[in-house]
């Protein structure tokens, strides 16, 4: 297998696998602090902090060690960081931007979004030129990291393991060449006997997508135990489902993204809302933490819906603006069942 | 609100009373279909299978343009939904399914029969998704894959060349959405889909446009503007929410016929014009005054948004062989034509020098966020063209959020500035 190279990518539907075929190492772009001039100059405040960091750096030229960039259909924000990105290259000195690449992964669940993605996903195989058996190659190692993810929310589960340092492990997921990761997860994991959960309640996060484990901490600082959150760099990190080795690496790989990972962009909502259904109906939560900042425009749309269930089931929930305000109230409110 | 100059707004206005009376007369007294749907869908296929269309965008400013949207918009947020989402795109939901809808203007609207939406953002499949369940309607969303080739200068192609512009694999997409939009039109109305005479439509919507293309001229060509902006918006969209029918076409012939001849004859609707202004973004339906408020003290006249500008650039196909293509070739990339990088902000540009402007006014939509993209690429690139830009930060509907006499005051600042220029 060809190595050597950088791809920095935007999220989790990026297909880790055909990167890796291509001899890439792909990475997550992530958050870091500091100002961000170029993106104070073009992107407006709507855009998550996470987002206006990767579009500042990379105009900035602060990440050349990054050969390619791709960005996934995922979410309306990377479409947009997309166009900008796009025009900065075209009008700015050749070379301060990498090579962009958009992959047309589209989330509704529909045959011809199905039949779309599919063909977008072999135009990509064809556009990083990989052969067959360096895909299935790479589908073994990005589906030894998903075991690796599955034994630490296990972990979690039974009360050895809290949130935030679940959320910290699971971050190699995306960082890391998965090989390593799936080589260093298991040591770690035996050693993690000693129950920590006892009597704590066991929370659930919902909304947002989360950018690190601060949220967590204050959680478990107040007394919680989260337990899951709906979120891709937490409990859905490795899906449902490994990507399929008997069938054709293009199909098998496009077909984990599109019906195994979390985008806000997936419709009809009974899809969407599926994981996060079925956490609730196994009743192992105490508390809902609904994540939901004043500068969502996404998940907003969902939570009267589901606070009504939630209510039905007489589960408690509370909503979180801001890292903190009514939290440790509420933690302290509840009880392990 | 300023007087009306043209007689053709007042047609325009009572044109889109009496079809929503006679909308409201259908649904209610022979149950006949019709449905909600976003502004960008393709209101061509509804028109050639008799199936009405409300915009969803139309209805909020009319809500909003009556002074309801605060009323409607603190229901929204008292059923659970937080003051931090989008607007424009539920204020009609709110107005129909929360508190008191016999309030709504002209009557509030009918239950629909069928929502669609095309995916341009992530939070208006959920808007749909709601509105749909409340009101126990059919709902079509239309996925939106993005442009990846995004050549400069789009307005030159995409009359003839438009098969090369949008990407084949993008419009055949489309075209298979549309087939279950179809589908779903054909189940609702009863009625079989007939390609020719989408095309016959898609023929009169040309012409429709070449009108608008018209009066586009007549402006950019004329020493003072013969035409108020907001009255470019009465007729305009009066006609595009029903492009293509016999009414639409012969508006806009009205309105053509109105503004040429005023043109050619040099009347002005402001004689005392001396600023040339570009509104970008869409309409503040509460306050349509602002756009008169700056003729008497500045001489400042808005002439130029996208409303009457896009629809020749951005409507008129040639070749139309495969209707339901030519369709798909002007629905998939509004959203790039009209607010994003490289094409918004390119276009924004040439309509501004070819309309003399010597200002503009920018929109960055605080409560409809999604919309907000792509404005500080538009304001930039009209900064280095050396327009200077007045950035506007309000939102298209929600008055709560609008203080009129703070904006005036900031606007008549900005304004002094430019004359002194």
């Known amino acids: ?337 | 609100m300023a007087q009306k100059q043209l007689t053709s707004t007042i047609a325009a206005s009572e044109g889109q009373k009496a079809w929503f009376a006679s909308l409201r007369e259908r649904v209610f007294e022979t149950r006949a279909p019709y449905a909600i749907g976003q502004a960008d869908m393709p209101f061509e296929l509804f028109q050639a299978m008799d199936v009405p269309m409300v915009s969803n965008q139309w209805w909020a400013a009319v809500v909003s343009a009556k002074r309801l949207a605060p009323y409607y918009l603190d229901k929204l947020n008292e059923a659970g939904f937080h003051k931090g989402l989008c607007r424009y795109c539920s204020l009609s939901m709110a107005s129909t399914v929360l508190g008191d809808t016999s309030q709504a203007p002209w009557g509030g609207l009918p239950k629909p029969s069928l929502l669609a939406a095309r995916l341009t953002c992530d939070c208006v499949q959920r808007v749909f998704e709601t509105w749909a369940e409340q009101c126990g309607a059919e709902l079509i969303l239309l996925d939106a894959p993005a442009a990846t080739h995004l050549p400069p200068r789009w307005w030159e192609q995409s009359r003839h060349d438009w098969r090369e512009l949008f990407e084949d694999h993008r419009l055949r997409f489309m075209v298979r959405q549309f087939e279950r939009l179809i589908a779903s039109l054909e189940r609702i109305s009863g009625r079989k889909f007939d390609p020719d005479r989408l095309r016959t439509l898609m023929e009169q919507v040309n012409r429709q446009e070449e009108y608008f293309e018209e009066v586009r001229l007549a402006i950019c060509n004329a020493p003072k503007t013969p035409v108020r902006m907001h009255e470019q918006f009465t007729n305009v969209m009066a006609a595009q929410w029903q492009r293509g029918s016999d009414w639409a076409v012969s508006q806009a012939k009205a309105f053509r016929d109105e503004v040429v001849s005023r043109a050619e004859q040099g009347i002005a609707a402001c004689p005392n014009e001396r600023l040339r202004i570009m509104w970008v973004g869409a309409g503040l339906w509460y306050d349509l005054d602002f756009y008169t408020a700056f003729e008497e003290s500045h001489g400042a006249v808005f002439v130029w948004s996208m409303y009457l500008a896009f629809g020749p650039d951005g409507y008129i196909r040639y070749g139309l062989a495969d209707p339901l293509l030519a369709l798909a070739s002007r629905t998939v990339s509004m959203n790039e034509q009209l607010h994003n990088p490289p094409w918004a902000n390119e276009w924004i540009v040439e309509q501004a020098r070819s309309h003399r402007i010597d200002a503009a006014f920018v929109l960055t939509p605080l409560g409809t966020r999604p919309s907000a993209t792509g404005t500080r690429f538009v304001e930039i690139a009209l900064e280095e063209a050396e327009i200077p830009v007045f950035s506007v930060h309000a939102d298209m509907v929600d008055a709560r959020l609008w203080d009129a006499e703070e904006m005036r005051r900031d606007a008549s600042r900005f304004l002094d500035h430019v004359g002194r220029r």
């Open chain 1, 1 to 337: 297998m060809r190595k050597g190279r950088i791809a920095g990518i935007t999220s989790n539907t990026v297909p880790w696998e055909i990167l890796r075929a291509a001899g890439y190492s792909p990475v997550l772009l992530e958050d870091e602090a500091g100002p961000t001039p170029h993106a104070d100059r073009w992107m407006e405040d709507v855009f998550d902090r996470r987002f206006r960091v990767i579009f500042d750096r990379l105009c900035a030229g602060a990440w050349n060690h990054l050969h390619r960039i791709v960005i996934p259909r995922t979410s309306e924000q990377e479409h947009k960081l997309y166009l900008y990105l796009r025009e900065i290259a075209r009008t700015q000195p050749a070379g301060v931007i990498p090579e962009l690449y958009f992959y047309n992964l589209l989330h509704t669940r529909t045959p011809e979004s199905y039949d779309y993605g599919l063909e977008r996903t072999r135009q990509m195989i064809r556009d990083f030129e990989v052969s067959e058996d360096e895909l299935r190659d790479a589908i073994a190692e990005s589906n030894r990291a998903r075991g690796c993810v599955r034994d630490i929310l296990q972990k979690r589960r039974e009360g050895r393991l809290e949130g935030s340092a679940a959320i910290e492990m699971i971050r190699g997921f995306y960082s890391e060449d998965r090989g390593v990761f799936a080589g260093r997860v298991p040591d770690r994991l035996k050693a993690m006997q000693e129950q920590v959960a006892a009597h704590r309640p066991h929370i659930l996060i919902k909304g947002v997508p989360l950018k690190d484990a601060s949220l967590h901490r204050l959680v478990e600082e107040a007394g919680g135990y989260v337990v899951a959150e709906d979120d891709w760099r937490g409990s859905r990190a490795a899906g449902e489902t490994d990507v399929c080795v008997n069938k054709d690496p293009a199909t098998a790989i496009f077909e984990k993204y599109f019906y195994d990972e979390v985008s806000p962009r997936v419709h009809p909502a009974e899809h969407r809302d599926a994981w996060y259904q079925r956490e609730i109906e196994r009743a192992h939560v105490d508390g809902v933490l609904f994540y939901v900042p004043l500068e969502d425009d996404v998940q907003g749309w969902d939570y009267p819906e589901q606070l009504a269930h939630l209510k039905s089931r007489s589960i408690p929930s509370v909503v979180v603006r801001e890292n903190g305000a009514p939290l440790a109230d509420f933690v302290g409110s509840l009880h392990r069942k």
